[in-house]
């Protein structure tokens, strides 16, 4: 449930962008944004810290855009979002005993810590690949594009980048036994 709750914003985002514009989806996006941080706490008694770092994020971007009515504001969001990502898997690499990554999966998979830090790494590099990636298809290709990009390119690349570390996993912790 928590994982179609995550990715709910991003496909009524699309939605209202396909049947309005950029700024009715903007709009739509601040709405169940905030719906979803409201729902997580009545479902779970607590909100999620991403999600409601993602609502501050969209809430203020989706504003600007809004407000100014210029579709750049949104389009920076997901760039900020995965920078910041980026920052802290790579800060908590070096600077905690473990990485964020092994934190949250260590008590359903158990591998080496030499591992668990490969693929933080690996995960905080892919972020800080998306961001710049966004960069480019946000300001060098057409809106629809970055809009349909968002929403299937990097959804594409989330999931096969969860199939890799999986099968990594699957490979070290093969290995371990």
């Known amino acids: 449930m928590k994982q179609i709750l995550n990715i709910l914003p991003m ?10 514009d950029i700024f009715i989806a903007s709009g739509a996006l601040i709405i169940i944004s905030g719906l979803i941080c409201i ?8 909100i999620d ?3 409601l ?3 501050f994020v969209i809430a203020f971007l989706g504003s600007l855009t809004i407000f100014f009515h210029n579709s750049q504001f949104i389009k920076w969001k997901i760039t900020i979002i995965y920078i910041i990502f980026s920052v802290i898997l790579l ?13 949250f999966l260590e008590k359903d998979i158990n591998i080496s810590n030499v591992y668990w830090h490969k693929i933080n790494f690996f995960w905080s590099l892919f972020f800080l690949f998306c961001s710049l990636l966004n960069i480019y298809i946000a300001f060098w290709c057409s809106e629809k594009t970055w809009v349909n990009f968002k929403v299937f390119g990097f959804t594409s690349l989330t999931f096969f980048l969860i199939l890799i570390t999986g099968i990594y996993i699957n490979c070290k912790t093969s290995k371990e036994k």
């Open 11 to 20: 496909f009524i985002f699309f939605i209202f962008y396909q049947f309005y």
């Open 39 to 46: 729902l997580h706490w009545f479902l779970y008694h607590e």
């Open 49 to 51: 810290k991403i999600n």
């Open 53 to 55: 770092f993602s609502f």
């Open 91 to 103: 800060s908590s690499q070096f600077l905690t005993k473990k990485p964020i990554i092994q934190r």
